[in-house]
């Protein structure tokens, strides 16, 4: 069909760049696991993107993309309230939520609580850590967003099923973003441990790096912005169409499509 153009917006802007909602499941009716892809400072013109299949429960509902009062932009679940992932324009704060099986037992805390929680800044990371015991097993992904003149993005990682990580102050793990015209950091998180060996999860890191090595390093005549991100998107569609969806299925399978400008 005809390409969508992006919306002209300000620096730090997010939005909803697929249509649809969540992936269909594979043949035998066996859903693909819920993935993010974190994109750091893996293009030159595309300094933070995130991919999002939400494919684990397929029959969940989602909203659209819901901008607050205090400049967070989200993702909202109607069943529990809260979110997986969203972005605070103020603060320059991203973050994304997957689930490590089991579910939330009755009384328990949805684990969106604790996303809407870093980012509002009710919680620091610190404090995150302390109450994670709280809730079903998490896997969250914290990202600062550079805020001024030299200072880079700084990524965090915690979790509450890793048994090696007992200790609250060694519970947050700081992920190195490498440096570099050909650094940056692409890393995907799934249902599992993300120190732990998956199958599925090197193969569509390579694949989303030459994704985006596949992509313009500069804007030319008649190619913009928007061009660039229909032309990414569809790339990394296309990679995640590969763990299992139906062929034509690309622009469903990356549930949400997230852009900080620079």
């Known amino acids: 069909g005809a390409r969508r153009r992006r919306r002209a917006g300000p620096p730090c802007e997010l ?12 043949a035998g009716g066996v859903a693909a696991m819920c993935l993010v892809v974190l994109c750091l400072r ?11 299949g939400r494919d684990e429960w397929l029959s969940r509902a989602s909203q659209q993309l819901v901008r607050d009062g205090d ?9 529990a309230h ?10 320059g704060r991203l973050v994304v939520l997957t689930n490590v099986g089991g579910v939330t037992r009755p009384g328990q805390p949805s684990r969106g609580a604790l996303v809407d929680g870093l980012l509002s800044g009710a919680w620091s990371l610190q404090q995150a850590a302390a109450r994670r015991a709280d809730f079903a097993p998490f896997n969250i992904l914290v990202v ?3 805020g001024g003149a030299g200072r880079a993005p700084r990524a965090y990682y915690l979790t509450n099923s890793d048994p090696d990580k007992a200790d609250d102050a060694a519970a947050v793990e700081e992920v190195v973003v490498p440096e570099g015209a050909d650094g940056g950091l692409v890393l995907a998180m799934g249902n ?3 120190r732990d060996e998956h199958v599925k999860c090197p193969t569509v890191e390579r694949g989303v790096r030459t994704a985006l ?3 313009p390093r500069a804007y030319g005549d008649g190619y913009g912005e928007a061009e660039l991100m229909d032309e990414a998107r569809d790339r990394v569609g296309d990679v995640f169409s590969q763990r299992g969806h139906p062929p034509g299925a690309a622009a469903r399978s990356v549930a949400k499509f997230f852009y900080c400008g620079r």
Do not use: C
């Open 213 to 215: 090595a596949a992509l």
């Open 42 to 52: 893996a293009h030159p013109l595309l300094p933070l993107l995130l991919f999002d």
């Open 144 to 146: 600062d967003v550079a």
């Open 192 to 194: 599992d441990l993300l």
């Open 71 to 79: 400049g967070v932009i989200s993702a909202r679940d109607p069943l």
């Open 82 to 91: 809260g979110t997986w992932m969203g972005f605070n324009a103020k603060t």
């Open 15 to 26: 939005e909803l760049g697929i249509e649809g909602s969540r992936s269909r499941s594979r």
